[in-house]
């Protein structure tokens, strides 16, 4: 399975990771701030324990927070 095209080397091993990408081949990362940009210290999540929670969703481990009706 084929990345993106990573900026620093051209190769399509640009993947994505929990804070951002990072290539595999030359080591070049690229680091998204958290909730979209605006800063902030998000909520604690209770599966990993950082505090990524933002609008339900963790941005480390992907873990959803919804209320079941």
């Known amino acids: ?3 993106k095209i ?3 080397c051209s190769k399509f091993t ?3 990771t929990s804070t951002g990408r ?3 081949a030359c080591g070049y990362t690229m680091i998204v701030p958290v ?3 605006k ?3 998000g ?5 990993c324990g950082q505090y990524t929670v933002f609008n339900g969703k963790c941005r480390a481990c992907g873990a959803i ?3 079941e009706k």
């Open 65 to 67: 927070y919804k209320i």
């Open 22 to 24: 990072k290539c595999t």
């Open 6 to 8: 990573c900026p620093n």
């Open 43 to 47: 909520q604690k999540c209770s599966n």
């Open 14 to 16: 640009f993947f994505e």
């Open 35 to 37: 909730n979209d940009g």
């Open 1 to 3: 399975m084929a990345g």
């Open 39 to 41: 800063g902030g210290k």
